[in-house]
Each structure stands twice: as structure tokens, then as C-alpha cells.
């Protein structure tokens, strides 16, 4: 046996694992913490939620009257969105730097763009009143409401304006307003209806990407 066998460092055993890279490990905590998977199911349960309003005719097929229960789950789910933004361990992730930032882009602009997803996917062949171009209006503007209520009340609470939003526009419904910012109750191709909805979620995007949401005490400790 030679000096050099001895020091040479024993083989990795046949098989072994390889090591999964850092960053997505990190954004699998990332997401894992703010209950992300839970929250793909809960979306994916407001997509059923919805086929059945709409086979079984929960709600009437045309008029004002027609949107109020899709609403509803649209709003459900765009709360769901916000909620996502809470973590029990507060903003662990400030350790990493530069990539928390991207982090919260990335649970807020994918969650979006499941809720859209999963929703249409749940009227997919039924007769969805107005359509699904204003099905994914309303979740990414009522998400970005959401996301700049966070903000304020932290993820946690981050449902309440959405839902508060939503009940003020089923009054806007009923009265026939005609408002761009009560987009909700405006048809597809209302310019400004789209730019409005389009302005809070960019506005709430940017802002909780670069911000957070608001972390309470008692996750600091």
C-alpha cells in the first residue's frame, strides 16, 4: 500500500443521491412556507366549485344576475393568492439577499396564472356568462388587490379587501354601474375596465415583490 492510496479519498458509493442545487431547494422552501401546494389545491377545488355553479345551473344563464356566483369564486381565489403571502416564520428567506425578491414574483405571478388555469379549466365547455377573458381579469385584479393589502395586513388578513371588493361590486352589479375601477361587472371589451384591473395587479406585483408583506411581531421571534 502507497502513501498516495492512503490519502486518496474513499469513492462515493454506487447510487448515491445527487445533491439537489441550493436554489431549488430554496425555492422549494419558499414555496413549502407559504403553503403553496395547499393552496394549488384549494385553487383546483374552486375550479370544481365552479363547473358545478355552472352544470347545475346554480345561478341564472344571462344578465347581470349570471356573474354574481362566478364572481364570487373568481374573488375566492384571487384571496386564496393573497393569503399565500403569509409565512408562520415571517421573511426567513432575508438571509439569501438579492433573492427574495424573486421569490415572491415567482409565488405571486405563478399563482396567478394557475388560479386563471384551474378556473377556466372548471368552465371549460360549459356557458360561463361574459366569457374567460373576464373570468382572468377578475382574479388578477382582485389578486392585486390582495397582494397591496398584504402590505398593510400582512398575508395573513391579505383575503379581506378582495372579499370586501367583491361584495361591493355584487351592489355595483345590481345597479348597473358603469365605472371602469368596478371592473368586475364590465364587459370584455371595456378598454378601461382592462386597464384598471391590469393597473392594481402591476401596481400590487411590483410592489410586493419589492416590499413584502407586512411581518408582524410576533413572526420576527
Avoid: K
Amino acid at each position: 500500500m502507497t502513501a498516495a492510496s492512503v490519502l486518496q479519498p474513499p469513492a462515493a458509493p454506487a447510487g448515491t443521491t445527487r445533491r439537489i442545487p441550493a436554489g431549488i431547494w430554496l425555492t422549494w422552501l419558499h414555496l413549502r412556507t407559504r403553503r403553496i401546494p395547499a393552496g394549488i389545491l384549494v385553487l383546483a377545488v374552486c375550479g370544481g366549485v365552479l363547473r358545478a355553479a355552472l352544470r347545475w345551473h346554480w345561478a341564472f344563464n344571462s344578465g347581470p344576475y349570471a356573474q354574481q356566483i362566478p364572481l364570487i369564486i373568481e374573488a375566492g381565489g384571487a384571496a386564496v393568492i393573497a393569503v399565500t403571502a403569509h409565512s408562520p416564520f415571517g421573511e426567513a428567506e432575508r438571509a439569501t439577499g438579492r433573492w427574495l425578491p424573486y421569490l415572491r414574483l415567482l409565488a405571486a405571478a405563478g399563482m396567478c396564472g394557475l388560479a386563471i388555469a384551474l378556473l377556466q379549466l372548471g368552465a371549460a365547455g360549459e356557458s360561463l356568462n361574459e366569457g374567460a377573458a373576464v373570468l382572468a381579469r377578475n382574479v388578477i385584479g382582485i389578486a392585486g388587490i390582495g397582494l397591496l393589502c398584504s402590505l398593510i395586513t400582512g398575508g395573513l388578513l391579505a383575503w379581506t379587501l378582495p372579499m370586501g371588493y367583491m361584495a361591493f361590486c355584487q351592489y355595483a352589479l345590481l345597479e348597473a354601474w358603469t365605472a371602469p375601477w368596478t371592473w368586475p361587472v364590465r364587459p370584455p371589451a371595456d378598454r378601461g375596465a382592462w386597464i384598471c384591473a391590469c393597473a392594481v395587479f402591476a401596481a400590487g406585483l411590483v410592489l410586493f415583490t419589492i416590499l413584502g408583506p407586512r411581518t408582524r411581531l410576533s413572526d420576527d421571534s
